[in-house]
């Protein structure tokens, strides 16, 4: 008895999940990065280089999270569109 082999897609890469990827590691690489941040100046209102330069840190890795959550599901409509499925 022959059976059909089963066909299944492994993961694709495209333009749109690099850029995805990027958004979410840049947080990380820019905070292990010690280096980079570990001084006291430029000051900005009087707080030191390396505590506001994590604060703002915090607030791009926001945008950066939900640029990349915005960018899956359109990904994930094209895919399912082009498969002929619905699309929510």
Known sequence: MSQAPETREGPV???TRV????CLVAPFVAM??????TKTDPQFIGIPFFYWYQMLWVLLSTVLTMTAYKLWQRDQRARSAS??????
């Open 83 to 88: 498969k002929g499925g619905a699309s929510r």
């Open 19 to 22: 850029v995805i990827a990027l």
């Open 32 to 37: 292990l990065w010690v280096g980079s941040y």
């Open 13 to 15: 890469v495209t333009p």
